[in-house]
């Protein structure tokens, strides 16, 4: 079946501009993920949705960061005002429950000039 | 603090040279540990899951194991094909997150 997907695969927007990265996930999986990474780094967790809700938003590094999932499928993570430091692989993973493995997308490579 | 350790960073085999990478951790009390394999470009790859001391999976030529401080991935006889980097990740207890908090990943060549 289909796995997790991430559109789009690469953006590159100018320093104060604003962002959408779009992740599809597994169908019926009830539990979504955004992780970012950096080159030589391993996914850092950024929020955690279960259906609708987000459960757990402690990994945002600040309010210029929102992820929605309004409808309890596709999740949007919203950036504003871009800064050069977010450059990174934004990742998106999805698991059956909470308490299973999380299957990742392909990420959106993001990069600010 | 909830913590992942992973060494070596890099490591180069020959094809058929077996041997181990290690994810040293500590958490607060361990619900599961993650190994995934991540090709240059793509996402993470599930590969295993791990809960409690002295469990052991498999999976070709890949075995992990779990004692309480470290997890250990064992490669045995590799290809050229095996050559990744391999994430090792685990999952706190906690009230609602289930985050997984990752290491930084060890780079394995294998070369023919």
């Known amino acids: 079946g289909a796995g997790v997907s991430q559109t789009p695969s690469n953006k590159v927007t100018e320093k104060g501009k604003y962002v959408e990265l779009r992740c599809d996930p597994i169908s019926g999986h009830t539990a979504l993920y955004w992780y970012r990474q950096s080159l030589g780094q391993g996914p850092e967790f950024l929020i955690y949705?279960?259906?609708?809700?987000?459960?757990?938003d402690s990994g945002l590094p600040n309010d210029r960061f929102f992820a929605v999932r309004p409808e309890g499928s596709v999740s949007t993570l919203k950036i504003q005002r871009t800064e050069r430091g977010d450059s990174a692989v934004y990742l998106c993973a999805s698991s059956p429950g909470p308490n299973n493995e999380q299957f990742f997308g392909p990420g959106t490579r993001l990069t600010v000039l | 603090e909830d913590q992942v350790t992973q060494s070596p960073e890099a490591l180069r085999l020959q094809e058929g040279e077996s041997s181990s990478l290690n994810c040293s951790y500590t958490?607060?009390?361990?619900?599961?540990l993650f190994w995934y394999r991540q090709d240059p470009g793509k996402g993470p790859e599930f590969l295993f899951t791990?809960?409690?001391a002295g469990e052991e999976k498999e999976k070709e030529r890949l075995k992990a194991t779990l004692t309480k401080k470290e997890s250990f991935l064992h490669i045995t006889a590799p290809k050229p094909e095996d050559s990744a980097t391999y994430l090792c990740a685990v999952q706190a207890p906690g009230g609602a997150t289930n985050k997984l908090i990752f290491g930084t990943g060890t780079l394995l060549a294998v070369q023919p």
């Open positions: 791990l809960y409690s």
């Open positions: 949705f279960q259906g609708t809700g987000a459960a757990d």
């Open positions: 958490v607060s009390g361990l619900r599961g």
